[in-house]
């Protein structure tokens, strides 16, 4: 289980109803490792387009203890499988940087963490993250 399961809202880009499920795994002696996943719920801005905003954030309410650290927390995109369309996937994803800054954005000013970096991860290297297996 993980250290923390949230149903976190979030405001997309043109309404504030986005919405996304959050896990929090604390491995010994490691950064924490967040799993965000994109929920079929979700009829706005995707984790994917929104990540730096979204990591900003989820640093901000769910560990503030981890601010300013040189790696505060190690970042997964979870996209469960689709009905009709593609398969489970996961990405780890890294940032230029890890210190929030704020950036208009689509009419708004927000707050961000540096660009990010995809890089494509089977669930065994999730599971291997977490030390436990993904449920």
């Known amino acids: 289980m993980p250290d923390l399961d ?3 809202s979030y405001r997309g880009y ?16 490691f950064p924490p490792v967040v799993i965000a996943t994109e929920l079929p719920e979700n009829e706005n801005t995707s984790i994917m387009n929104i990540v ?13 203890d981890r601010v ?4 505060p927390f ?14 489970e996937t996961f990405d ?5 940087h890890y210190h929030a800054r704020e ?11 540096g660009a990010p970096e995809w890089r494509r991860l089977t669930r065994e290297q999730v599971e291997a993250l977490i030390g436990k297996p993904l449920a």
Do not use: K, N
């Open 92 to 96: 780890l994803v890294t940032f230029a």
């Open 68 to 71: 300013g650290q040189e790696r």
């Open 14 to 29: 043109w309404s504030a109803d986005a919405v996304c499920r959050i896990r929090v795994y604390r491995p010994a002696g």
């Open 103 to 113: 950036e208009l954005r689509a009419g708004r000013w927000r707050m961000l963490i």
């Open 6 to 8: 949230a149903t976190h």
């Open 74 to 87: 190690v970042w997964v995109e979870h996209h469960p499988r689709h009905p009709v369309g593609h398969g």
């Open 52 to 64: 730096e905003e979204l990591a900003a954030d989820v640093l901000a309410t769910y560990l503030p």
